[in-house]
């Protein structure tokens, strides 16, 4: 019954949902899974008809059909959470939209606690119970209850999480705040009583609403403590603020300061909050862009110690490419407080001046999402060089620098190192991871790149880390563990997602090959489905881009390859019907006819092999043309010409060509191409060039050391025709004579001895 009528609220029947229900309910009144049903479709019933109507759903029937669980299951942890997460939710969107309606209230706020009380027995939902005991509290405004709800949470967090530090940070952090406003509202404490319990506790304290800190700033100000709210505002700088309310209490304590200063407030950092306000505020505070920079420079003048008139000075310098001069500025901040930032800017003024790369990298005391950061910004600068050698140096720098923030974060996560800070998180974490393992992989480290990817999946999920993984381990030979990593990949993620359709397309193609490799059986018809379907897939999107088309023909490489051990050991004629097929469905898939080519040219039909050579290279997109196949291929295309007879169009080819593939061929090779070249301008008579090749061909005979065989015997008849038809019967006579003291040589050079005579007397006159 209940599988029918899930069915029937899945598909949004709601009011015969609950009509079934209840009928369900009047005979087996202990259903508790129909009963958690009817409480969330009573609830869902009504829920665009506003949040009074919702209200109205909870009251009358949500919260009846959960105390008929708890009264058959008290420890029914489902029910327990819900009849408190529905009322509370709602009376705090209704207290929102100004509907103060209570479903908890002095009467029965007793049940409703003992609901709370009672999860915090429970490890998986203490933290819940705490949580709904501090808003029932905070609902009934019992200050006194709800600041002991709100220590007790604190005192649990810490010690539930004392080894998950994100964990910990965040759960305290909401509890620590509640408190903080309510000692301050309600007036409990203050003065230094007060900034004593900010100054312990904020060094802990994490949150991504840069106006709670600007709060704590305002109550520590309030209660006399001017260093402390300096601190707190230099945490509120460093986070996002893109609101506009934000900058302009950022802008009002900038003001605060400047007034402070005036009234002898002598803290160093002040002038650091200040100068980073004007650099980025300038036109909130009516001041010209370079005011900062003046600014920097008085700093510098009056307070020749503090750090941040050098670091901004400089920067102001460096971002105007004003190199020369912000270098010794820059310097001078870094002896003061050695700085990523600052120490980027300068090794990255010193390239542009003197085209150099660091070759010293100091230790950074910063924060690991600051180190993290630098690095990324290095990354955007490494992508903007145009030298080679110039890009690898820096890249090995920016592998240094993700190997530092890489150890902060050990040192911020497993040592307890540093203040708390919202924006140092598992997930930069295991950004940092990413970034370092595709460097590793970079410099042929898959081994560190793998270990690396693997940690950073620990800390969060996303994508691009399972790509590292994979290349690492692919990259290493670690079939078992690449094929593990991409079946746990596909498993996570959609493998037609159109976003990363070519990716997983490769990816898709490596699993079927290591499942080969493992010893699948059915790797044989899953290459072939799969690279049907890609074919297809080129077939109907002509515009696919070049970055995407380079990991959709690596894909079908790959399942090419596969295809082509199947084959290779068949006979003739099948492997010929199979590309056949394949080449009559899909016209303009190169590779079945790359493969064609070379089984024509088995079967010396030469007509065949130069119209499928020339049908491959005009559909094989010329970026991805490997170097030798496309050699090989204008090889297997003069070869059937000049066999076939086509000597002048062989010849076109073949001097269009030449110097290309004598770089892409090895020796062996390019002997065999020149040999063809040799006698294409023998048959063309043309006795400049046949000598000319023949004599390339000689000198690469002669470099290899290797010996008289029937090639060098056909270059020496083809020297030997084009010398007698010019006439020079001597020297043609003298290489046949050469042939002829060889054994087995071809009976023509018999021929040409008996028929090539001296002409008559009166030949020249033309008689």
């Known amino acids: 019954m209940y599988n029918n009528l899930e069915q029937l609220f899945y598909r949004g029947d709601l009011e015969q949902c609950i009509e079934e229900g209840k009928q369900h309910l009047l005979s087996h009144p202990q259903d508790e899974e129909v009963l958690f049903l009817m409480a969330v479709a009573y609830h869902d019933f009504v829920y665009y008809d506003g949040h009074e109507a919702i209200y109205d759903a909870i009251r009358d029937y949500v919260i009846p059909y959960l105390r008929r669980i708890l009264q058959l299951n008290p420890n029914n942890k489902k029910a327990l959470y819900n009849i408190l997460n529905y009322p509370l939710g709602n009376e705090y969107t209704l207290m929102q939209i100004a509907r103060s309606k209570k479903h908890i209230t002095q ?45 007790a949470g604190i005192y649990y967090f810490q010690k539930a999480h004392a080894d998950e530090r994100e964990v910990r940070d965040r759960n305290i952090s909401l509890f620590w705040m509640k408190k903080i406003y309510l000692l301050d509202h309600e007036k409990m404490v203050s003065g230094e009583g007060f900034t004593a319990i900010i100054e312990q506790g904020y060094r802990h ?25 300096l601190q707190l505002m230099l945490k509120a700088i460093k986070g996002s603020n893109s609101a506009i309310h934000i900058h302009k209490r950022l802008v009002e304590w900038h003001q605060r300061f400047a007034e402070m200063i005036q009234n002898g407030y002598n803290n160093p950092d002040v002038f650091y909050y200040q100068l980073i306000i004007e650099r980025n505020y300038s036109d909130m505070l009516n001041v010209a862009h370079d005011f ?3 600014h920097a420079l008085e700093v510098m003048g009056a307070r020749p110690e503090v750090f941040a008139g050098y670091h901004f000075s400089g920067t102001f310098l460096y971002e105007n490419e004003r190199y020369a001069e912000a270098i010794p500025l820059l310097e001078k901040a870094i002896t003061l407080s050695c700085n990523a930032t600052t120490w980027r800017r300068k090794a990255e003024s010193e390239y542009f001046l003197y085209k150099t790369a660091p070759s ?10 600051d180190i993290y950061n630098e690095g990324v910004y290095m990354n955007e600068f490494i992508e903007e060089l145009e030298d080679e050698n110039d890009k690898l140096q820096w890249t090995d720098v920016n592998r240094i620098i993700y190997e530092q923030a890489h150890d902060a974060f050990r040192r911020y996560f497993e040592e307890g190192q540093f203040e708390s800070d919202y924006h140092n998180d598992l997930h930069t974490r295991a950004m940092c991871c990413n970034n370092l393992a595709i460097k590793y992989c970079f410099f042929g480290d898959t081994s560190a790149a793998a270990s690396v990817a693997s940690e950073g999946l620990q800390y969060s999920e996303f994508r691009e880390l399972h790509f590292v993984l994979i290349d690492a381990l692919l990259g290493e030979g670690k079939n078992k563990e690449a094929e593990s990593a991409l079946n746990k990949y596909f498993d996570l993620y959609e493998e037609d997602c159109d976003e990363y359709f070519y990716k997983n397309a490769f990816y898709r193609a490596e699993q079927i090959r290591l499942q080969g490799v493992l010893g699948s059986e059915n790797v ?35 399942l090419e390859g596969i295809l082509y051990t199947r084959f290779e050991n068949e006979d003739h004629n099948t492997r010929r019907s199979y590309y056949e097929e394949l080449s009559g469905r899909f016209p303009k898939e190169p590779n079945p006819l790359f493969a064609l080519m070379q089984i024509y040219n088995e079967e010396e039909n030469y007509g065949k092999v130069s119209l499928t050579a020339k049908r491959y290279l005009e559909h094989k997109r010329e970026f991805l043309l490997n ?3 496309k050699a090989k291929t204008i090889y297997m295309i003069v070869k059937s010409d000049f066999l076939q007879g086509n000597y002048t169009e062989a010849a076109k080819v073949f001097s269009q060509y030449d110097a290309e593939c004598d770089v892409a061929m090895d020796p062996e090779e390019y002997v065999l191409w020149l040999s063809y070249g040799v006698r294409i301008y023998e048959k063309l008579n043309n006795k400049d060039q046949t000598l000319k090749l023949a004599e390339s061909f000689t000198v690469i005979y002669n470099e290899e050391e290797w010996g008289y065989d029937d090639l060098v015997e056909s270059i020496e008849l083809a020297k030997a025709v084009v010398l007698y038809q010019a006439g020079n019967l001597k020297e043609a006579h003298a290489i046949l004579d050469q042939v002829r003291s060889v054994a087995d040589y071809d009976p023509i050079a018999d021929e040409y001895k008996a028929s090539w005579k001296k002409p008559g007397l009166f030949s020249k006159f033309g008689f």
């Open 360 to 369: 010293e990298i100091p230790a950074f005391p910063d924060y690991p999402t």
């Open 205 to 229: 304290f994490i949150t991504r609403n840069e106006s709670e800190l600007i709060d704590l700033a305002d109550i520590a100000y309030e209660n006399g403590a001017p260093d402390l709210s």
């Open 292 to 294: 900062y920079y003046h």
């Open 107 to 151: 009467e029965n706020k007793e049940e409703f606690i003992g609901y709370a009380e009672r999860m915090l027995d429970d490890p998986d939902y203490a933290g819940y119970g705490y949580d709904f005991l501090v808003k029932i509290y905070e609902s009934l405004e019992e200050n006194k209850a709800l600041l002991n709800s709100l220590e």
């Open 524 to 558: 044989y018809k899953d290459a072939k489905e799969t690279l049907s379907y890609l074919y297809e897939y080129t077939e109907e999107h002509p515009e696919i881009n070049d970055y995407d088309y380079r990991d959709l023909e690596a894909a079908k490489n790959i």
């Open 627 to 629: 170097a030798f196949d």
